[in-house]
C-alpha cells in the first residue's frame, strides 16, 4: 500500500474540515469561473440569501463588479475592503457567520494560459477562494523550504495576480512538530498572508482551551467514503497509519481548528489582517498569533466594561 502526502496529510485534513463544517464539494461535476476560480452560482445564491431583497440580476452585477476589483496591482486591497465592507450589499455575513457557506475542494487548478497551480487543499467561503492548504508528507525538511520558494515564484508571476488577491490565507504543513532548534521554519504548520514578493511563515501555536465538543462534528463514515473515493484512495480507509493521521492532535488539524474553525476565521478576515504601505509596495500583514490572543484577551476585558490594562509583551511577540 502507497502512502504520500495524499494520503498521510490532505484526505486526514479534508475530513477534519468537514468535521469543522466545511461541506466537501468534487470537482468532477462542479463548474466555476476559471480566472478568478470564484464558484460563481454559489457566490450569487449566497448573496441573496445574505441581503434579503437582493435578485439573482443584482447579484450577477455584484459578481461582476468584485471580479474586476482582482486585477487592481494592490495585493487585493480593495477586493479585501469589499469583502469586509460594513454597509451596504454584503459578500460575507459577518453578523451571522453561520449564514455564510462553507466548501472545501482538493486540487482546484488555479490557472492562466500555460502556467498553473494546484493547492491541495482550497477553502470557498460563498463560492470565494479565501484560503488554500499545501500540503507535505512527514520527515520532509526540504519540503516546506521548497513550498515556500514555490509560491513566493507563483506569486510574483502577474499572471496569477487574481488569485493572490482574493487569497487572504496560506497554510502550509508537513504534520510535523515545530522544531524549535531551527533558525528559518522546516518542519511543522505554519500559516502566512499572499505578498507579491516573499510570503512570511509564521508559527501558530494554541492558547485557548478550545472545545473540541462543540466545534467538531461526528465523524461521518458515509461522507469519509465519498471522499476517500472521490480521490481514488479507498484503499487506505482501514489502514493504521490513516486512522492516526485523522486524529484531532495533528499538527494539521490542530492549525485549521485554530485558524479555520467558524468563530476564528471570522475573526481573522474581519480583524486580523491590514494593508501597510512600504517604501517598498504596499504589503498584506496578519496578526502572529501573540497578537491575536493578545486582541481577544482585550476584547474579553472590554465585554466585561473594563476599559484600562497592560500588554505584557515579550521578545519577538509582533508588538
Known sequence: MKFNEDSRV?????LHLCRLGYSYLSLKDAVW????????EILKESICRINPGYDNDQAERLL????????????????????????GVKLI??????????????ELPYKNGEEEFRPDITLLVNGMPLVFIEVKKPNNRDGIIAERERINKRFQNKKFRKFVN????????NNMEYDIEDIEPLQGAFYASPSYKQAIFNYFREEENLDFATLLLAEN????????????????????????????????NRIATSLLSRERLAFILKYAIAYVDEASGTEKHIMRYPQLFATKAIEKKLE???????IWHTQGSGK
Open 304 to 310: 466585561k466594561g473594563e476599559k484600562k490594562g497592560i
Open 10 to 14: 490532505k484526505i486526514p485534513t479534508i
Open 166 to 173: 482574493i487569497t487572504q490565507l496560506m497554510i502550509f504543513s
Open 64 to 87: 461582476v463588479d468584485t471580479t474586476l476589483l482582482l486585477d487592481n496591482e494592490d495585493l487585493g486591497k480593495a477586493f479585501y475592503e469589499k469583502l469586509t465592507n460594513k454597509s
Open 93 to 106: 455575513d459577518f453578523d451571522n457567520f453561520d449564514n455564510n457557506s462553507f466548501h472545501v475542494v482538493t
Open 33 to 40: 469561473d476559471t480566472e478568478t476560480n470564484i464558484f460563481t
Open 221 to 252: 463514515d458515509e461522507l469519509e467514503n465519498i471522499v476517500l473515493k472521490d480521490n481514488n484512495l479507498a484503499i487506505i480507509k482501514n489502514s493504521p497509519e490513516f486512522l492516526t493521521n485523522k486524529d484531532i492532535n495533528t499538527p494539521t
